[in-house]
């Protein structure tokens, strides 16, 4: 027979840490909430000795309950895979954190319907706000939350929107590139992109090719099931039958490490009658092939600029922000 042993320990709860450090229970409640400003020092490190001698755990769940609020935010973001979703959350984490909340990453996966069962747990859980990268209208986005929260975009302009949005300068740098490269002799662009009608950031960027270039092919990829090959051969035989010079004009990071590098491996891309330029965040693709012109964003920025109108959203300083154009440049 097993004998179980009783574990009589008490966990401490705030009262007696206010009780072991000889303050009031709303002094806990301020050194717990960050607010060291509203104490001396000496009573500080009191509490904090108090709070190590005890090993106290605040219970969070008691705390929501009671003020209604998480201190978590949750962000979805369109692509994980992708590398500028990846710094988006990093931009967007560093800010919330160095406010006292926590950034809880969902990955829609490139999937409209995955982003609205997202939306729905989103929205049956107790999270303070909402950034989002979105891929459903405004319309969608809120039937699927079922509440109302505060709601911050980023990368996806929206017209009219009703929440904050934080963007690109698409179109302008698009056209800009476009008519960098016609000065310099390009007479032909293949576009090589996901769906272009899925999200405005790539009809934006396409509107502004063909704004400089009549002589425009569109190779779409899907995000989900690419076949590699198939592309390649693709993309070499409409290289092959221009008599111009032709620019191959990426507008996802993924699609330019995916299938640029194999082309100018094989002499294809030379810099002269064929070359590249797409939007690219890393250093891989700049490493890649030094002599190709390279439209950098900043998606880090763009991260920690919709955490900080959140975090003003939320304290109610500033709510009079609706759009921050974070502009791109070729490198």
Same mark, same amino acid.
């Given at each position: 027979?097993?004998?179980?042993?009783?574990?009589?320990?008490?966990?401490?709860?705030?009262?007696?840490?206010?009780?072991?450090?000889?303050?009031?229970?709303?002094?806990?409640?301020?050194?717990?909430?960050?607010?060291?400003?509203?104490?001396?020092?000496?009573?500080?490190?009191?509490?904090?000795?108090?709070?190590?001698?005890?090993?106290?755990?605040?219970?969070?769940?008691?705390?929501?309950?009671?003020?209604?609020?998480?201190?978590?935010?949750?962000?979805?973001?369109?692509?994980?895979?992708?590398?500028?979703?990846?710094?988006?959350?990093?931009?967007?984490?560093? =800010?919330?954190?160095?406010?006292?909340?926590?950034?809880?990453?969902?990955?829609?996966?490139?999937?409209?319907?995955?982003?609205?069962?997202? *939306?729905?747990?989103?929205?049956?859980?107790?999270?303070?706000?909402?950034?989002?990268?979105?891929?459903?209208?405004?319309?969608?986005?809120?039937?699927?939350?079922?509440?109302?929260?505060?709601?911050?975009?980023?990368?996806?302009?929206?017209?009219?929107?009703?929440?904050?949005?934080? =963007?690109?300068?698409?179109?302008?740098?698009?056209?800009?590139?476009?008519?960098?490269?016609?000065?310099?002799?390009?007479?032909?662009?293949?576009?090589?992109?996901?769906?272009?009608?899925?999200?405005?950031?790539?009809?934006?960027?396409?509107?502004?090719?063909?704004?400089?270039?009549?002589?425009?092919?569109?190779?779409?990829?899907?995000?989900?099931?690419?076949?590699?090959?198939?592309?390649?051969?693709?993309?070499?035989?409409?290289?092959?039958?221009?008599?111009?010079?032709?620019?191959?004009?990426? *507008?996802?990071?993924?699609?330019?490490?995916?299938?640029?590098?194999?082309?100018?491996?094989?002499?294809?891309?030379?810099?002269?009658?064929?070359?590249?330029?797409?939007?690219?965040?890393?250093?891989?693709?700049?490493?890649?092939?030094?002599? *190709?012109?390279?439209?950098?964003?900043?998606?880090?920025?763009?991260?920690?600029?919709?955490?900080?109108?959140?975090?003003?959203?939320?304290?109610?300083?500033?709510?009079?922000?609706?759009?921050?154009?974070?502009?791109?440049?070729?490198?």
């Amino acid at each position: 027979m097993v004998m179980k042993m009783a574990n009589n320990k008490k966990t401490a709860n705030i009262k007696d840490v206010a009780a072991l450090a000889g303050v009031s229970v709303a002094t806990i409640s301020r050194y717990l909430n960050g607010e060291l400003d509203r104490m001396s020092q000496k009573t500080a490190q009191r509490v904090h000795d108090a709070v190590e001698k005890l090993n106290y755990v605040p219970n969070s769940v008691a705390r929501q309950m009671k003020t209604n609020t998480s201190k978590m935010i949750a962000v979805i973001v369109s692509n994980i895979d992708d590398y500028f979703s990846t710094e988006l959350f990093k931009g967007i984490s560093s =800010i919330l954190e160095s406010k006292g909340y926590i950034g809880v990453l969902f990955d829609a996966d490139s999937d409209d319907e995955r982003e609205k069962k997202l *939306l729905g747990t989103i929205g049956s859980q107790l999270f303070d706000g909402l950034i989002i990268q979105p891929g459903n209208n405004p319309q969608t986005i809120s039937e699927a939350l079922r509440r109302s929260m505060p709601i911050v975009t980023v990368d996806r302009e929206i017209d009219n929107s009703p929440w904050p949005q934080i =963007i690109t300068n698409n179109y302008q740098i698009a056209r800009s590139v476009s008519q960098h490269f016609a000065e310099a002799g390009i007479d032909r662009v293949i576009v090589l992109t996901s769906a272009i009608k899925e999200a405005r950031t790539r009809e934006e960027r396409y509107r502004g090719i063909t704004a400089e270039f009549k002589k425009v092919t569109v190779v779409e990829i899907s995000e989900t099931a690419t076949n590699h090959n198939a592309v390649s051969r693709q993309l070499t035989k409409l290289v092959n039958d221009s008599d111009g010079k032709t620019l191959i004009f990426c *507008l996802k990071e993924r699609w330019f490490l995916e299938f640029i590098p194999e082309l100018v491996f094989e002499g294809i891309i030379d810099g002269d009658r064929v070359t590249a330029t797409g939007f690219a965040d890393t250093d891989y693709a700049r490493r890649l092939e030094p002599r *190709l012109k390279l439209i950098s964003q900043n998606p880090y920025l763009m991260g920690g600029s919709a955490a900080e109108v959140m975090l003003d959203w939320l304290s109610g300083a500033d709510r009079s922000i609706r759009r921050i154009v974070i502009p791109a440049k070729l490198n």
